[in-house]
């Protein structure tokens, strides 16, 4: 039988091959992970995320009630200016005829307003329409009393001025008026001081 010297060649390569640890072998590359962050670094990013966050949150909703509290804002004065001038108005043509009442109304944003007769700047007419503002605040809220000095009646008409007094006597809250001309408003007062009465008519 003949040996094939290529089996002994093909042998000898199959033994003499290098081993995967001897210094012939191949190099690989290695990838390297990102080396992940300190965690007191991550907390500290996470607190500044969250913060943001609630910021934002904040912002957001401090817009939506600024826009409610305008909203509210804003139908709170209709109702005001729509009361105040029909109460206005109804005092108005008691105490005269030939006078336009006076006109309360507001801005767009509430932060001013504007009262005045829109046809007479006189001063009789003037303290006539404050006269009667103060006579309609007092009808539409609670406050319990109101007072008035003569000077506020000194420049309106005597019989305005009278019919002016007739309405502060109708009320059932405490009135104080003080003024000068009584002799001149005797007849238009009525009868004072009766028991249990808590109008007062005092002279200065």
């Given at each position: ?197 808590q109008r007062h008519y005092t002279r200065?």
């Amino acid at each position: 039988m003949h040996s094939d010297p290529n089996a002994d060649q093909l042998a000898f390569e199959v033994d003499g091959a290098p081993t995967p640890n001897e210094s012939s072998a191949p190099s690989t590359s290695t990838v390297t992970e990102p080396s992940a962050p300190p965690s007191s670094s991550a907390s500290a990013l996470d607190a500044l995320l969250n913060e943001y966050r609630a910021r934002a949150t904040s912002e957001r909703a401090k817009g939506t009630l600024f826009e409610e509290l305008t909203r509210l804002r804003q139908s709170a004065l209709i109702d005001v200016k729509s009361a105040m001038n029909a109460k206005l108005i109804e005092l108005n043509d008691i105490v005269t005829s030939d006078q336009q009442p006076p006109v309360l109304s507001f801005k767009q944003d509430g932060t001013t307003y504007t009262f005045e007769s829109p046809d007479d700047k006189g001063s009789g007419v003037a303290d006539k329409d404050l006269s009667l503002f103060d006579l309609a605040v007092f009808n539409l809220t609670p406050l319990p009393v109101i007072i008035h000095d003569s000077v506020l009646f000194n420049n309106i008409e005597k019989d305005v001025a009278g019919k002016l007094l007739e309405l502060h006597k109708q009320s059932t809250k405490q009135v104080f008026i003080a003024f000068d001309r009584r002799a001149r408003l005797r007849r238009h007062i009525g009868r004072r001081d009766r028991e249990g009465d808590q109008r007062h008519y005092t002279r200065p």
